[in-house]
């Protein structure tokens, strides 16, 4: 034992002798060696001889420096509560990816490591419940000045008490390096048109995927280019179909791509998860079927005849999303109570419910909200299509379409797409077997990603930091963090484009499931946005998974184009708490466009804006179904929590063709002061919103802020507000 301050005692390691406790709400021990970094097989050192400071600690013979000086006789030890911490400063931002905590008896078996910019806002990059104490190893990833060891839970009587808090980067990587390109992987198949019995084979994951909403198998359906004839491909969950020729019209089927809904009873609210792209159809009827719900894009597809987004049997129906595509009949909406098209062209649009939508179509209906309720932009702002797979001969390669700037129309009917192509040998071709560590060895080595069908359990954060990269998912490919990780994280970098992904909650609490851009002030991007296209969150459905937040956008000038974050209400793990998320999408970036959002059922805001001069064209919501009373969902002295909330803080912000809706099942008799809350300043603008009851359960009593007649009755009629202020 180390000499002491007079008056000070330690209490001895290993032996539970009662001794005095002195918390302090903020010790910061300034160590007075000078800063060590050693390098060896098990990378830099960063942490030791480095200032740290602490929540609290036991007395002064444990100060918080004793845990970063390299001695392993001298330790840092807390008060003896949960709710404590201890941080290094590095001195510099430093990419992180190993901790190892040395403890001594007295361990946590809760707690976090945290990352930050600024020492006040922080990442979390590793959760546990189940420490184990000794000395701990853990590989994480994660990019900060700052790093904490946060406590939640003591294993014993006594307070967090550790020998060394040793913060690595560049550790040895026990993952060899990774070659880009190879075949796609068994659940991708690839048809041309001398392949036999593709009818049979389209069937067979048909009959399989039909009502598997909530399994493992994901399947991707790839045509080459060519003409393919008397096909019917039904497409089911977790199934994408697609063609690889570099235009639709170069992959033309003389039948359907169809989506019904006869698995459900001919109810189609729960059509999900699965997607077409990229194919010419001469459907046989003349009228393509596509009735699906959210997370079910119809993307770059040409269809000679008509669409009908309804079931055949015309019952409910709530989707939807077209982008760059090219309708030659009329789109049937029939029973789809809300839908967004966008830069595209079609020959005509029958009819609509609640809420149907249109920005840089050519053919859309005029501008008619709430009677009919069409809201037409005659552009698109900034639009960037999703990268696609396709064949340049005999290589594979994968486009990634230009920005376009007030497009209309489609990307791709005037001469060939502009933009540019990547071989598959720059992707690292993620299949079955791979882990976090090999996906950011890959990214390490400046490879793209591209995730072939299946389910892919991460225990460390992918973290993309290089300007450019292409993340892409086929088959709905889908990431479930396991030990409390952020599943994918975006640098504040220019031009990073992910699509095709299913980010799927763990049972253990992450942060939030996709984070684009760091926590503090960043770079313009306009010149070169970030996309997030297709990509999908879920908490819960399969179990009891749990997030804070789903996704979190601070990059400035960053698109997001179709996604739908949702908070289950019906499958495995659902529950008020069992699978709590209390914010769905939440945007610090200024300048972020959201094109088609889909945001349902969390806990507290289900959109949260604080960035400035933030636009989203379409935008659809229920409220959490299974509050259990008006108390659980009560904000201040505010009746429930906005759908969209748009922070004071924000002067400049604009939103199209807004809906959103409660349907709360447990407590019918709740209800909620408003679905928007916005603040009142000139430059903040909301044109064409609606709040509406489902079958009179729970009421709004206005529309944005104090602004718009209540809803009322079962009869579920929507109240509308043509423009606020």
């Known amino acids: 034992m180390r000499p002491t301050s007079a008056g000070s005692r330690v209490r001895p390691p290993l032996r539970r002798v009662p001794a005095a406790i002195t918390a302090a709400g903020l010790v910061a021990g300034l160590a007075m060696a000078l800063p060590v970094t050693t390098a060896s097989a098990a990378g830099t050192l960063l942490s030791q001889g480095k200032t740290v400071s602490s929540s ?43 901790v190892v905590l040395n403890w001594e008896a007295a361990y946590g078996d809760g707690y976090q490591i945290q990352v930050s910019a600024d020492g006040a806002t922080w990442n979390t990059i590793y959760t546990t419940t189940t420490g184990t104490g000794g000395v701990e190893t853990l590989n994480v990833s994660g990019t900060g000045r700052y790093v904490r060891m946060n406590g939640t839970h003591r294993h014993t009587g006594y307070g967090y008490s550790l020998w060394e808090f040793a913060v690595h980067t560049g550790s040895t990587s026990t993952v060899p390096p990774v ?48 003409t393919y004839s008397n096909i019917n491909a039904q497409i089911g969950f977790y199934t994408s179909i697609a063609g690889l020729g570099l235009n639709p019209d170069d992959t033309t089927f003389n039948g359907d791509v169809t989506v019904d809904a006869g698995w459900f009873n001919g109810n189609a609210t729960q059509n999900f998860w699965r997607s077409a792209e990229n194919l010419h159809l001469k459907p046989v ?23 009908n987004l309804a079931p055949a049997s015309y019952g409910w129906a709530s989707g939807g999303y077209i982008a760059d595509s090219k309708i030659d009949g009329q789109v049937g909406n029939y029973s789809q109570q809300q839908w967004y098209t966008r830069d595209s062209s079609i020959g005509g649009f029958s009819n609509g419910v609640w809420n149907q939508t249109f920005s ?55 001469g060939a797409p502009q933009g540019t192509s990547i071989p598959l040998s720059q992707f690292y071709v993620v299949k079955a077997g791979a882990t976090a560590a090999t996906i950011n060895q890959a990214l390490a080595q400046g490879l793209n990603l591209l995730f072939t069908p299946g389910v892919y359990h991460v225990d460390q954060t992918i973290n993309v930091t290089r300007a450019n990269t292409v993340v892409l998912g086929l088959g709905m490919a889908t990431i479930i963090p396991d030990n409390g990780v952020t599943a994918l994280k975006v640098a504040d970098v220019d031009g990073v484009k992910l699509a095709g992904l299913l980010l799927d909650a763990g049972t253990v609490n992450s942060p939030s499931l996709l984070q684009v851009g760091d926590a503090g002030p960043g770079a313009d991007h306009a010149a070169n946005p970030t996309t997030v296209q297709d990509v999908f969150v879920r908490v819960g459905g399969v179990t009891a998974g749990k997030a804070t937040a789903g996704m979190l956008i601070n ?97 400049t912000h604009e939103g199209w063709g807004l809906g959103s809706y409660c349907y709360f099942n447990v407590d019918p008799t709740i209800v909620m002061d408003h679905g928007f809350e916005v603040p009142d300043k000139p430059n903040v603008k909301l044109h064409d919103v609606l709040v509406n009851s489902l079958g009179g359960n729970g009421q709004f009593n206005h529309v944005v802020n104090n602004t718009g007649s209540p809803t009322s009755g079962t009869g579920t009629v929507p109240s509308n507000l043509v423009s606020y202020p």
């Open 555 to 651: 990059s400035n000038n960053t698109i997001v184009d179709h996604t739908w974050i949702w908070r289950a209400d019906h499958g495995a793990g659902v529950g008020w708490e069992s699978n709590r998320s209390d914010y769905g999408f939440q945007v610090r970036g200024n300048d972020v466009l959201a094109t088609g959002l889909f945001v349902e059922h969390f806990n507290k805001y289900d959109v949260q804006w604080f960035g400035d001069r933030g636009k989203t064209i379409f935008f659809q919501n229920e409220k959490a179904y299974d509050a259990p009373n008006q108390a659980a969902i009560q904000n201040g002295a505010v009746k429930g929590y906005a759908a969209y909330k748009v922070e004071d803080s924000v002067n």
């Open 285 to 307: 009827s003349g009228t393509d079927r596509w009735a699906v719900s959210q997370a079910a894009p119809f993307r770059r597809m040409h269809v000679e005849g008509g669409l």
């Open 179 to 226: 070659q880009g390109g190879g075949d796609l992987g068994p659940n991708v198949k690839i048809f041309d048109p001398s392949t036999p019995n593709i009818q049979a084979t389209v069937d067979q994951i048909f009959a399989q995927q039909e009502s598997n909403q909530f399994g493992s198998e994901r399947y991707a359906m790839l045509f080459k280019p060519g």
């Open 360 to 414: 840089g179509v050519q053919g859309a209906p005029a501008q008619g909200f709430p009677n009919p309720p069409y809201t037409t932009l005659d552009t698109t702002p900034v639009s960037r299509e999703k990268p696609f797979l396709y064949l340049d001969g005999n290589e594979y390669k994968v486009f990634t379409p230009a920005k376009r700037t007030n497009a209309s129309g489609t990307s791709w009917g005037n």
């Open 56 to 98: 609290s600690t036991e007395n002064g013979g444990t100060p918080a420096t004793a845990a970063v000086d390299g001695n392993t006789a001298t330790r840092w030890s807390s008060a003896a509560t949960d709710q404590q911490w201890i941080q290094v400063d590095l001195g510099v931002s430093a990419a992180i990816d190993k």
